[in-house]
């Protein structure tokens, strides 16, 4: 399925295939430079993660790179049972040690950061317990699972807080109002910040056929006219059902369960999952014609889409993340997702990728 450029992985830049119409593109075009963060922070460990990004970030220099992406909850960690746990953790959108820590990057580096965070909310904005059997859902819901992006000179560009929760988010977290985009200066242009769950359906609806979908997501960023998608992960391997999801406790598995697994490469079917979601970004042109006639209002999108999904590794609470960052490249009618750069299971250290940016 995936259009794949091997020489990539790595620092690299993208090659081409010649054709017609990608010589048309590249002569028309010009250069993103991102950087993606992976590593395996510890459960409730913020100051010790923020320094193991600091010093994975040591080796960039400033103006080297126009975006940097962080995880989903990258220095608080992800697995929290409950609103009492995680309460310690939560940090205000403005001071707390994320975004002070992406403020204070970006303005050194002179570029965009990106990093989820587990955002508190003001009072006003707090929810009553979903109830039910599982004593986790019986507290108040005052926290959201948020990303927020800085600008080369340290200011705050944009926020974003997950829409589709998983449940691991359900008893303490508020459901974002919905996705949005950012319109950024040259190269970025019109971005979409989302977050790990957010690839999946959102309920209670239910993935039926590659082709009906539905695809929140994709459809969203065609209606958008989305140029770049990040996406900030928490995300696992495949659970004993073959289903995916960001993450699942019953689908552990041990080092020594993996020890044939080549760690250094990327996990293959978590790839193909992540863009299986975003089948419309690229369905082949009858298919795109399809979606586009049943709703004339989506036709803003380019001719292609960068999406930059940034997963963490390691083990928190029975719960085994699957790294395997990525940068793709979608465009639409292909027929096919081109993969540009990815990074291994449990590879630490930065993904430093180069891919072109289509001028609009």
């Keep these: 399925m995936f259009a794949l450029d091997r020489s990539a992985k790595g620092v690299t830049t993208v090659t ?40 994975l ?114 008893p303490w977290a508020v459901p974002g109002s919905g996705f949005t985009t950012m319109t950024l200066p040259h190269p970025l242009g019109p971005t979409t910040l989302a977050i790990c769950n957010d690839l999946n359906v959102q309920d209670p609806a239910v993935w039926e056929s590659l082709d009906d979908g539905p695809y929140e997501l994709a459809r969203y960023c065609i209606r958008s006219g989305t140029r770049l998608l990040i996406v900030l992960n928490a995300w696992l391997h495949p659970d004993e059902n073959g289903e995916e999801s960001d993450a699942d406790s019953s689908d552990y598995t041990t080092t020594e369960q993996n020890e044939d697994t080549d760690e250094m ?20 042109i009858q298919k795109a014609t399809h979606e586009t006639e049943k709703e004339p209002g989506e036709c803003k999108i380019p001719d292609e889409l960068l999406v930059v999904v940034c997963n963490r590794f390691g083990n928190e609470g029975g719960s085994r993340f699957a790294g395997s960052s990525v940068l793709m490249s979608l465009r639409r009618g292909s027929g096919r997702p081109r993969l540009l750069h990815m990074m291994g299971q449990r590879e630490e250290g930065i993904g430093l990728w180069t891919a072109n940016m289509a001028l609009q």
């Design 16 to 55: 081409i295939v010649s054709s017609p119409t990608t010589l048309m593109i590249s002569m028309m075009s010009t250069q993103l430079r991102v950087a993606v963060v992976q590593f395996a922070p510890k459960l409730g460990q913020v100051q010790a993660n923020i320094a193991k990004a600091r010093e």
């Design 57 to 170: 970030c040591n080796r960039l220099k400033p103006r080297s790179v126009d975006l940097l992406c962080f995880p989903e909850m990258v220095f608080s960690g992800y697995v929290f049972p409950d609103t009492a746990a995680i309460t310690p953790y939560l940090e205000h959108p403005y001071t707390g040690p994320t975004s002070t820590f992406c403020a204070e990057l970006a303005r050194s580096l002179e570029c965009f950061v990106a990093a989820g965070y587990p955002e508190k909310l003001e009072p006003r904005e707090h929810a009553p317990p979903l109830g039910g059997d599982n004593l986790s859902f019986h507290q108040p819901r005052i926290g959201a699972n948020s990303a927020v992006m800085y600008g080369p000179t340290g200011e705050r560009v944009g926020a974003y807080r997950k829409t589709n929760l998983y449940k691991l988010d359900l």
């Design 265 to 284: 490469e990327p996990s293959w079917e978590v790839l193909k999952y992540w863009a299986m979601r975003l089948n419309p970004l690229w369905a082949t």
